[in-house]
């Protein structure tokens, strides 16, 4: 590890323990565990998500179960790797029951933490993985099918995400229950967009 991700890695860790022992909203009622982060903290490419669910919760871990294996595959198909090219984490650290989303009152908890690592990273390129983590960036600014695969300048961000261009795209929970590959289809759409992703990636 180079001195440079040693001290990054040390940063992150700050926010992690002070997340551990998080009493800030009353999911940390019913978590098992905090949901911090996965992937290689680098200050490129970073997803956030939306917020643990049911694997994510017992594990520890962002995008495990079948949602995360076919978040990886979507990196693969164009040579990314989430333990060597992306920092994943969620806009919350705790699961919300039965996989609810969010109330704005969470988010608004959680806020300092997902703050924290936009800030320690700054990565060049966030993607927004969902409608939930695109309103916490941007706001209301339309569902995820019509603003997907768009790159979103700095300037538009209603928080401050240290010059990063933002995409949304859809989440994997999204494409898994909208399986088909017709031409226009989620996936189809998906597959557009990890490789605008790809060449944007290859730029920096
Ligand atoms: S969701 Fe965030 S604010 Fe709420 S208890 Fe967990 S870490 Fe704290």
């Known amino acids: 590890m180079n001195s440079e991700v040693a ?4 940063e992150l860790d700050k926010i992690r323990q002070k ?3 998080c009493e800030k909203c009353p999911l940390c009622k019913t978590r098992h565990n905090i949901v911090f982060d996965d992937g290689i903290p680098n200050n490129k490419l970073m997803l956030i998500g939306e917020a643990p669910g049911f694997y994510e919760d017992q594990q520890g871990k962002p995008f495990v179960g079948k949602a995360g294996q076919l978040l990886d595959r979507i990196f693969a198909s164009v040579g990314l790797n989430r333990e060597k090219d992306v920092y994943i984490c969620n806009t919350l650290k705790c699961r919300p ?4 989303n969010p109330l704005p009152e969470e988010k ?4 300092e ?3 924290a690592q936009i800030s320690i990273l700054k990565p060049r ?7 939930v983590a695109v ?3 941007l706001g209301n600014v339309g569902g995820i099918t019509r603003i997907r695969g768009n790159w979103y300048p700095p300037e538009s961000a209603i928080v401050e995400v240290f010059g990063a261009k933002m995409m949304p795209i ?5 494409l898994l229950r909208n399986d088909t590959r017709e031409k226009g289809g989620p996936k189809w759409l998906m597959w557009q967009d990890i490789q605008e992703i790809k060449r944007e990636y290859d730029k920096l």
């Open 7 to 10: 001290e990054i890695r040390s």
């Open 19 to 21: 997340c551990l022992s």
């Open 97 to 100: 029951p039965d996989n609810r």
């Open 108 to 111: 608004e908890a959680c806020w």
């Open 113 to 115: 933490y997902l703050e």
């Open 125 to 131: 390129l966030i993607l927004l993985c969902g409608n």
């Open 135 to 137: 309103q916490s960036i």
């Open 170 to 174: 859809f989440h994997p929970s999204y």
